[in-house]
């Protein structure tokens, strides 16, 4: 047991930890940051230290955390060490070799040890008060431990030593107020020493840079060229984009990934703008942006258009380079991009030299996975798949045609030119190339559409044809993933399989498509199983099982159902409530929906009592959970009490608007119905003409948990209510 002492720990120290390095890649910078800003406090306090604050920063070649407000030295502490039992480190009031060697270990005399009593008999006890240990000797032992602890992908060895990082560090800064703490990083041969000096901007100011005291590190570096904190950087990256946007007469968009890595390739910021052939501009804005954005790092320019946006034939880069050489860094940045887009031009002609529909056969030649072929075989399999779903929902025959079509043609940009070298212009090439070829408008949209969404918060396809080829596309992954057993496990999940069952869910829930999921998977899954020789049955649960753990995952996080909420419309361990959720997609969102809103008006405590009472005793009976109309499984005869009869006729009443929001999904009306039962149960349980439901008579208590069986039942239809926890 440990008690910290109140000791007089005052000071109001400041510490600099820089580490310098070769350019680190943007990506590897935002994730150190990040774990520094989560580790290096949860550090400080294991070690009893507090701070008033830990500013993490990062550019291409450093790294640094500025910590203010520590005090001088760990606050005293007084801990309780137990040591051996009584009867052996004292024999007839004299201590023993145990006695004296836990004395020793302590660094105590015997006088200091202590008998106390514990649930285990008597023991040896010690009162021992450890002094706090200076800040400046506890932050020696960190800072090797904040740097090696730092993760990221592909990291190196240099010279002849063991250390890893993401690229060679050079130099090392650490200071506690004005004095230089003693570290050392030793890598083989090399030995790296804390200093106080660091390195200011490669170009701007190639020499080093004293840091005289902690606190004047942001001051010091950035009269030196350097803007240490990225959100600084980011700040000025947008101003000055903006800003030369302006001047151009248009504006750019600020994507937050590019955003993002530029400020982490630059120290200082300097908006360069450049141009480019406006013959370029033939080509599809969205080869453009994708050359400038993801290939170059640059920002497009726009104008508004008479109808859409337009590009400009302008673009503006970050440079980390002297501002006056800006015309120079231009002429670079422009002879590059204008390769680029030469490069596009020729592709994007050489493609539309023949229909879209032709490059099909190449598809034989690109593996779709080892084990399942060929993207043409997918292709093939998203046909069928897209047959079942127009099947299933009743589509005319012109619909149906257009969504065949298109599943056809979803995948054949694949092996475009184009699409080989931007691989992120699937889809979108696709649709491009199905216009150009003549094909039908909702076709060629359902080719781009039909990847939707491509992540968390993307949209989600607007055309039907986009909705079916989408959802054809994402169970046949899901089925022939699974089929090899390749099920995710933890968060691995290389296949994206989590996202395409989502992605099947949020369609069909967008959409309102009233897709039975189960019947879907029965028939996807024998014609893979008979192609494949795998289990169905198997395949099948497993599938339905995945699918079950999504909608439950979407309607807690994206909903934001109540958990005992979606255990009741989703049942637990109850079949009948599984197959349904599976069978009508948009009844079991619609449920779960309408009982977290009356539960959130009140609504569901009015009823809460009565159903469940009922669901807990009708558990008891024998009654079919099906089963709604009473005249066939309630005698009458057997009633002796008013309120039974009560009960009955109040059923009676109850079937119509049970059956009427049923076909309806209108659920208000069972509820409704709910409401108006519930006095007529209560006195059934607890009026003047109450019953005892375990009668002494089998028939007579048989015949009342068949009265509560059937509010039981009629509940269900929309939700389990045993699983509902009152007043969550």
């Not at 009031?93 to 005399?109: L, N, W, Y």
């Not at 000055?240 to 600020?254: D, K, R, Y």
């Not at 020729?346 to 598809?363: G, H, I, S, T, V």
């Amino acid at each position: 047991m440990t008690k910290v002492k109140s000791v007089d720990i005052s000071g109001n120290l400041a510490f600099l930890l820089e580490v310098g390095t070769e350019e680190l890649p943007a990506s590897f910078l935002s994730d150190a940051i990040a774990q520094w800003q989560k580790h290096i406090p949860q550090s400080l306090e294991a070690n009893s230290l507090t701070s008033a604050s830990v500013e993490v920063y990062g550019t291409p070649r450093r790294l640094a955390v500025l910590i203010k407000g520590l005090p001088s030295q760990q606050p005293d502490r007084e801990e309780e060490i137990q040591g051996p039992p009584a009867q052996a480190a004292f024999k007839d009031g004299q201590p023993t070799p145990a006695a004296i060697g836990f004395a020793r270990r302590q660094g105590v005399e015997l006088e200091a040890l202590e008998v106390r009593s514990t649930h285990r008999g008597d023991f040896v006890f010690v009162q021992k008060r450890i002094y706090g240990r200076p800040v400046a000797e506890i932050l020696t032992e960190l800072v090797p431990q904040w740097i090696s602890s730092l993760e990221g992908k592909r990291l190196m060895r240099w010279g002849d030593g063991d250390m890893r990082f993401s690229r060679p560090i050079r130099w090392l800064v650490a200071l506690l107020d004005e004095t230089v703490l003693p570290i050392e990083l030793i890598n083989g041969s090399e030995t790296i020493n804390s200093d106080r000096i660091s390195q200011g901007h490669r170009v701007l100011h190639p020499k080093p840079v004293t840091i005289a005291q902690a606190t004047d590190y942001i001051t010091t570096l950035s009269s030196a060229y350097v803007a240490v904190d990225a959100q600084e950087r980011a700040n000025l990256i947008k101003k000055q984009v903006q800003a030369a946007a302006q001047n151009l007469g248009g504006h750019t968009v600020l994507y937050p990934d590019l955003l993002e890595e530029v400020t982490n390739l630059v120290e200082y910021p300097s908006a360069v703008v450049g141009k480019f052939e406006p013959e370029f501009l033939q080509l599809p804005t969205e080869v453009v942006t994708e050359v400038m954005v993801t290939h170059q790092r640059y920002f497009p320019v726009f104008q508004k258009g008479n109808s859409q946006e337009e590009l400009l034939p302008n673009f503006i880069t970050v440079s980390n380079g002297d501002p006056t050489k800006s015309d120079i860094i231009a002429v670079g940045n422009e002879r590059v991009i204008r390769a680029r887009l030469a490069d596009g031009q020729f592709f994007y002609q050489a493609d539309l030299d023949k229909p879209l529909e032709n490059f099909l056969p190449q598809l034989e030649k690109v593996t779709f996975q080892e084990d399942l072929g060929s993207l043409r075989l997918k292709v093939d399999r998203i046909v069928k798949i897209t047959k079942q779903i127009n099947t299933q929902l009743q589509l005319e025959e012109n619909q149906s045609q257009k969504n065949q079509r298109a599943a056809l043609l979803c995948k054949a940009d694949l092996v475009t030119q184009m699409v080989y070298e931007f691989p992120e212009l699937q889809g979108i090439m696709g649709q491009k190339y199905a216009l150009a070829s003549g094909e039908d408008a909702e076709v060629a949209n359902a080719i781009f559409q039909h990847y939707l969404p491509t992540g968390a918060g993307d949209k989600l396809p607007e055309t039907l044809t986009g909705q079916v080829v989408g959802l054809a596309d994402r169970l046949d992954t899901l089925v022939s993933i699974f089929g090899l057993g390749l099920i995710p496990t933890g968060s691995s999940d290389p296949f994206a399989l989590r996202r395409a069952a989502n992605a099947v869910i949020n369609i069909t829930w967008a959409a309102n498509l009233p897709i039975n999921l189960e019947n879907l998977l029965q028939q996807i899954t024998a014609d893979f199983a008979a192609v494949y020789n795998k289990n169905q049955a198997q395949l099948t649960t497993a599938l339905q099982e995945f699918f079950l753990q999504r909608i439950r995952t979407l309607l807690q996080e994206e909903k934001q159902i109540d958990y005992d909420l979606v255990n009741a419309v989703l049942g637990e361990n109850d079949p009948e409530y599984t197959e349904r959720a599976l069978q009508d997609l948009l009844d079991v969102r619609d449920r779960a929906l309408y009982l977290q809103q009356i539960r959130n008006d009140g609504t569901l405590d009015k009823i809460y009592e009565t159903v469940n009472r009922s669901t807990r005793l009708a558990a008891q009976g024998d009654l079919d959970t099906k089963q709604l109309e009473p005249t066939t499984v309630v005698n009458q005869e057997l009633f002796q009490k008013p309120s039974e009869s009560a009960f009955y006729h109040a059923i009676v009443d109850l079937v119509p608007q049970t059956q009427a929001a049923q076909e309806s999904r209108n659920y208000q009306l069972l509820v409704t119905g709910l409401e108006k039962i519930a006095p007529t149960v209560s006195s059934f349980f607890d009026g003047p003409d109450s019953v005892l439901v375990m009668d002494s008579n089998p028939e007579i208590k048989r015949n009342r948990l068949h009265l509560l069986g059937l509010l039981r039942n009629h509940a269900r239809i929309l939700a389990d209510f045993g699983a509902i926890v009152k007043n969550l």
